[in-house]
Nanobody
Framework: QVQLEESGGGSEEVGGSLRLSCTAS?????MGWFRQAPGKEREAVAA?????????FYRDSVKGRFTISQDTAKTTAYLQMNSLKADDSGVYYC????????????????????WGQGTQVTVSS
């Protein structure tokens, strides 16, 4: 059983930056970030996986603006969010998978076994 705890959410203006952190009680093959806006489905934002080499995936709308990283112990994942847009608002969830995910599967919430409680991100103009 892996417990995940997110931190770092808050309110920011359009164009600003926020950094989210996710601390896990144990290790996993992949850690990812999802977000859910009111009335919308939960969507994958980014994932970082450790296999023979480290692989990183992003949804298209955050490429070039968001950066996912992980500490050397692979128990804390970070999401640096720059150039924030109003559409980035939502509850951000950290998730962990015991499987090694790929460029398609990282997007599926069902691939992740463990979830955090979520942290609110609000971007206003």
């Amino acid at each position: 059983q892996v417990q995940l705890e997110e931190s770092g959410g808050g309110s920011e203006e359009v164009g600003g930056s926020l950094r989210l952190s996710c601390t896990a009680s144990g290790s996993s093959r992949c850690m990812g970030w999802f977000r859910q806006a009111p009335g919308k489905e939960r969507e994958a934002v980014a994932a970082i996986c450790t296999g023979r080499r480290r692989t990183i995936f992003y949804r298209d709308s955050v490429k070039g603006r968001f950066t996912i990283s992980q500490d050397t112990a692979k128990t804390t994942a970070y999401l640096q969010m720059n150039s924030l847009k109003a559409d980035d608002s939502g509850v951000y969830y950290c998730a962990a998978s015991t499987d090694l995910l790929g460029p398609l599967t990282f997007q599926y919430a069902t691939e992740y076994t463990y979830w955090g409680q979520g942290t609110q991100v609000t971007v206003s103009s």
